[in-house]
């Protein structure tokens, strides 16, 4: 899966030139139909500000354990916070998810009294919570955060072009767009294989989409294609990775795949990546867009709020 055709370029994604963004969403259209996993080069995230997030990561994740639980996400009724090791389980059939976690919703840098994006998250309200004891960490860890939201929101016109709709289609359906973003750190599985024990188990992710870093030189990332046989997603240097998640494919009632994924740590070395997963305003109802539905392709799902899709999601991965 990482052929020189899984790249697009993004050096294009905001020019003025109309017939230039259509071009690069026509091979982003590719992508999202045939494998719902791309990288993406020019991304516009500035290399110290991801180093600066990953190493406040490795300090958080060095924490003793009794510091971090402090902040456990179990202890919080709208999923922020830290997850402690085996303590979600993406996959039925896993027996936990191998690996450690940090959740972070929607919050200014410099915090309002009155944040309409917080207020405006319904089934997913509620403030972040944060160490109290790393200087710098809160900073290092939004400012990497902003600038994936809006590496996010940049990719919105373009989907919607790739969709054969007018580019700003999303535009007020995502005014206060959920973002969710999980600091995670897999430790090194070694020993006897336990397939029922990996690293994150097979699963597809809630949102729209994810923009996805990973840390370079460690494989961990499969994708399951369409012939159900695992494929590596390699890290590649200098790019990101974006997939597909549920809310696209329900709302264009399949034409955009979100494609099951797994993640398992045997390097023998410590893991660091940063997903961060991109949605609709929580008060969106998922209805399928009309020109992804014909009497051949008939609605496939049960319309849901955004939220309200989310939130059940997470409690079953929880098991709140």
Known sequence: MHTDSDHRDLQNVSHSD??????LAKQIRDACINVGFLYVT????????IKRAVSASQIFF?????????????E??????????????????????MHEGFEIGWEEMVPKVNDEKRVNDGAMAGANVWPGDLPGFREDVLTYYHAA???GRKLFPLFALALDLDYDFFEDKTKNSA?????????????PVNDKVIGTGAHTDFECFTILWQ?????????????????DAPPIPGTLVVNIGDQFARWTNDIFKSTVHRATNRSGVQRYSIPLFFGTDYDVKLEPIPSCVS??????????????????????????
């Open 295 to 320: 009497e051949g392709h008939p609605p496939k799902y049960e319309v849901v709020t955004a939220g309200d899709y989310v939130k059940g999601r997470l409690k079953a991965a929880y098991g709140h």
């Open 149 to 151: 939201v809006e590496l």
């Open 215 to 231: 840390e370079p030189g460690i494989q961990a990332l499969q994708v399951l294609n369409t012939q159900k046989q695992w494929v």
């Open 62 to 74: 060095a924490l003793p354990p009794e510091k971090k639980l402090e902040l456990d996400i179990r």
């Open 18 to 23: 109309m017939s230039i963004r259509k071009d």
């Open 179 to 191: 973002a969710i973003m999980n600091m995670l750190y897999y430790p090194p599985q070694t020993g």
């Open 76 to 97: 919080t009724p709208n999923f922020k916070g830290y997850t402690p090791l085996l303590s979600s389980n993406l996959d039925p059939e896993n027996a936990g998810d």
């Open 42 to 49: 020019n991304h516009g995230i500035p290399e110290i500000v």
